[in-house]
């Protein structure tokens, strides 16, 4: 048995996080993947309150949530620090960290998942929280400095799963001249050494979250 | 001007979280108190983003959002460590702290402003969220262990904003018999030096909550 496992979907962008930050340091791991319409007993067992991946299993204890397990991963193997060494500059790293859940994914997940009006909304607010980004990556290549950090994990799944939104939405949010500075870091974030390697198939994604789509707009306009 | 300033309101749990550390660990500090229907632009300033307390201000430089300022506090001021040693212990510590807010939290929020059906659901929910924390407290005293740790300092607000739940719902919510580690955990928390020394009073966050449950619930019903 290897002493790190990783409960992943093949789909997650959560999971990434982990996949990421497990490479860049150089620790060797196998990984389970999850059906999560029929999920393992192990799975059930590591993470008994959420039952959702990732899970990282280390030496037989879990940890759950992926920001929480970037904090583990860290603390864990120093090689490669994803965070800086300076307070402050930890605390802005994770401050965009928790960002990126809580108003650019979510706001982009309202706009995904509605029609109309309400999408029309949802693109504005989703905007908004990519305007701040695009101020945060003033004088910098990555959110974190010079070099993929924290951050730039945590907000990784932003340069695939745009595209993805893209295609199945026929909306593209982040234009090359009112986000130059995100869309230099899509590019560059998205096509860099470990990152570019792990990305799921893109085609795959569209055609799930085609169907992600579909089933959320359908219930909202009770059909 | 002190180092150190902390905006905050009088009434807000996540500001307590940032209370406690800094007193916890000793730290002098300046208390700037906010009316969040006419911020004041220092707070503008400091928290561009959400434009929320608390904020922390340290030497000019700001660090929003209570988990983060908990983490920045930490790692600033080694006295008093609220998280233990070990990587995996750390991480169990911030997954029940972000648990807190993201389940705990929601679900009470949910019930304290709904009625009826939809209110019932939502107390079940929130049975269930406060029914981990219960499981978890087994053998311990408080989340960290022995001592008043992050996890506490992160979910202490239910020590003292269950009652106000309570009188406002005319609900309890953490019963002796359903949740005896919980209560006891409670008591034990509420009572401690610094934590009980800075409790807002309970009356004047009764009528500020039967207001905020009063609009919330006609902005349901839609009158």
New interface residues.
């Given amino acids: 048995m290897a002493e790190v496992k990783l409960f992943r979907t093949w789909s997650s962008p959560f999971a990434l996080r982990i996949v990421w930050a497990l490479k860049l340091k150089d620790v060797p791991y196998d990984t389970i993947f999850e059906d999560l319409t029929n999920k393992s007993s192990s799975l059930l067992q590591y993470n008994p ?1 959420h039952k959702k991946i990732p899970v990282l299993v ?1 030496n037989g ?1 879990s ?3 992926s ?3 970037l ?2 991963i860290e ?2 193997w120093k090689q490669y620090p994803l965070l800086p060494q300076d ?2 500059d ?2 802005t790293a ?2 965009w960290a ?2 990126s859940d809580e108003k650019v994914l979510a706001s982009m997940l309202e706009a995904f998942t509605s029609e109309g009006k309400e999408q029309e909304e949802a693109i504005v607010k989703a905007k908004q929280n990519l305007k ?1 980004l695009e101020e945060e990556l003033k004088g910098n290549r990555f959110f974190g400095g010079d070099r993929i950090g924290y951050a730039d994990v945590a907000l990784g799944w932003l340069a695939h799963y745009e595209g993805v939104f893209e295609e199945v939405c026929s909306i593209k949010l982040i234009e090359e001249d009112e986000f130059p500075l995100l869309s230099e870091w899509i590019r560059t974030f998205a096509d860099a050494p470990i990152i570019k390697e792990n990305w799921p198939p893109k085609d795959k994604l569209v055609t799930k979250f085609q169907g992600y789509r579909e089933a959320n707009v359908l219930k909202k306009i009770g059909t």
Same sequence: chains 1, 2.
């Fill in positions: 309150v280390h204890k940890v759950a949530e920001l929480v397990i904090e583990y603390e864990t307070p402050h930890r605390a994770r401050f928790k960002f701040y």
